[in-house]
């Protein structure tokens, strides 16, 4: 599959028409797997398979991984946005106070965080507004975050090749930017104006980070707009044409369920449950061995359990999705819902109880 010239119906169709015994080949298959067998593992037909799934995805990950979970925590800058996108609490058009962080309460929420957690990954978040948060402000929380952290990811709007390499070189260590469906048709129904309105710019980026060499890219799609097993398939060939071309770059991916947010209400059309995201999941591990997963707190706390052993690989805890939310401010500015509360040392000692440990430095699978 080319994923420079997908056509969404023909991979609909594909997905929906294997069969148990394109499953079992997928799952017997001793080298590579292709985009092919990871359509089989994410299709109906693959339902009946979830025992032996979660299986090799354990093992595959615990070859690669170990035993451990790596932890994270968002520090939300901004929910000033200059789009409309319909399922986001940030949308231009919602009737929130709208703020900026400054040097000071950066450093007040830096201090908040430092005082729920021993993290060291931060991921700087912003809604997209190039204007009064643009590349200058991002090098700027860059370079106020740095020394309290050993690893700084961002999840802005989409950049430029030249303004990527600025960040990496001022201490950048990944990118997370979700093309959210992948579904060209549709797209433009869900973001009807902003700079997120253009499909291509948002789905280039990932090209221009891999020429500015950026250490780690993040991809994923918002489970709710769209078929989501066609879209995580596309999102399957996107990967396998990002690690062909940009080698040397490490690969994340995301698989964030719609949440309640703020403003009017945007009612997903596809609802997905735990056991397809489960499916999803393992799917991904058996497809990418490398790849590394993040489970949010956008999922119930009971499911991010019960996930911590079977694949995934990253978690945040703690989690305000409100710019300020730390320590500076406390009304309700959030982007979407909170669904695992539990504090940090709650979400730890789950992990602990099931003999895994958290990594506080980044992966270097180089040495597995």
């Not at 200058?136 to 106020?144: G, H, M, Q, S, T």
């Not at 698989?255 to 009017?264: A, C, L």
Request: charged share 25%; proline share 3%; net charge neutral.
């Amino acid at each position: 599959m080319d994923f420079k010239d997908y056509d969404w119906d023909s991979i609909k169709s594909r997905v929906y028409a294997k069969t148990a015994q394109d499953v079992e080949c997928a799952l017997h298959k001793s080298g590579f797997l292709t985009v092919d067998d990871f359509m089989a593992l994410v299709s109906p037909a693959a339902s009946r398979y979830i025992e032996p799934m979660a299986a090799l995805s354990r093992r595959y990950t615990q070859q690669r991984f170990g035993k451990t979970i790596q932890f994270y925590v968002p520090l939300y800058l901004t929910n000033s946005c200059v789009n409309h996108c319909v399922y986001c609490g940030f949308n231009r058009n919602n009737d929130i106070r709208r703020i900026i962080l400054t040097d000071e309460q950066i450093r007040r929420e830096i201090e908040g965080i430092k005082q729920i957690g021993d993290f060291r990954h931060i991921l700087l978040v912003t809604g997209e507004n190039p204007r009064d948060a643009g590349v200058d402000y991002l090098e700027n929380a860059i370079r106020l975050v740095r020394p309290f952290f050993q690893s700084i990811s961002i999840e802005v709007q989409p950049l430029k090749t030249d303004e990527y390499r600025r960040l990496t070189e001022s201490g950048l260590n990944a990118v997370y930017c979700y093309q959210e469906t992948y579904n060209r048709a549709n797209y433009k129904r869900y973001h009807p104006k902003g700079m997120k309105s253009k499909f291509d710019w948002r789905l280039d980026a990932f090209d221009r980070m891999g020429q500015a060499g950026v250490h780690k890219t993040g991809l994923g799609v918002l489970i709710g707009l769209e078929d989501w097993r066609t879209d995580v398939a596309v999102m399957a060939a996107h990967l396998a044409y990002l690690k062909r071309t940009y080698w040397q770059t490490k690969y994340s991916i995301s698989f964030p369920r719609m949440r309640p947010h703020e403003g009017e209400v945007f009612q997903p059309n596809v609802v997905m449950s735990d056991r397809e995201l489960a499916q999803l999941i393992f799917a991904f591990r058996i497809f990418d061995h490398d790849v590394e997963m993040t489970l949010s707190t956008r999922e119930a706390a009971a499911f991010r359990d019960n996930m911590t052993t079977l694949g995934i690989t990253s978690l945040s805890a703690g989690s305000k999705t409100d710019p300020g939310g730390y320590a500076v401010f406390k009304q309700e500015l959030e982007q979407f819902a909170v669904n695992d509360d539990r504090s940090p040392a709650a979400v730890l000692a789950a992990v602990r109880s099931q003999g895994y440990e958290v990594v506080w430095k980044d992966w270097d699978l180089s040495l597995q």
